[in-house]
């Protein structure tokens, strides 16, 4: 029977694919979880202000924890140990609920290596 369907019907015949892949493929991510990443984003730009946020970057948000990819690592240490809790709170004030718990810092590229 196999040798008797065309080969389109067989998309990846030879590649391995893992649930998860399979799971997001099928079940697109909800508006819902892109609705409440622009109001976190929005929320950051009015905490931090327009300098620091273009040096930084949200790049995810799960289970409470706000990811966040800096561009040097003077900055990652000023927000770190200054600025770390009136960010959260301001941040939670802005959304009307504790939504973040904590934020992690990383060094990286931001925004593929240009300014916004």
């Known amino acids: 029977m196999l ?42 730009r009015s905490v931090v202000g327009e300098e620091v946020c273009q040096c930084t970057e949200i790049t995810g948000l799960k289970k409470g924890v706000l990811y966040v990819t800096v561009e040097s690592a003077p900055l990652i240490h000023h927000l770190t140990n200054f600025e770390k809790d009136a960010i959260i709170s301001g941040i939670n004030e802005l959304m009307s609920t504790q939504y973040v718990q904590d934020i992690r810092f990383k060094a990286g590229m931001v925004n593929n290596g240009r300014r916004k």
């Open 3 to 44: 040798e008797e369907m065309p080969e389109r019907y067989f998309y990846n015949r030879r590649k391995v694919l893992s649930i998860g892949q399979l799971l997001k493929e099928v079940f697109p991510k909800g508006h819902g979880a892109d609705k409440t990443c622009h109001k976190v984003n929005e929320a950051w």
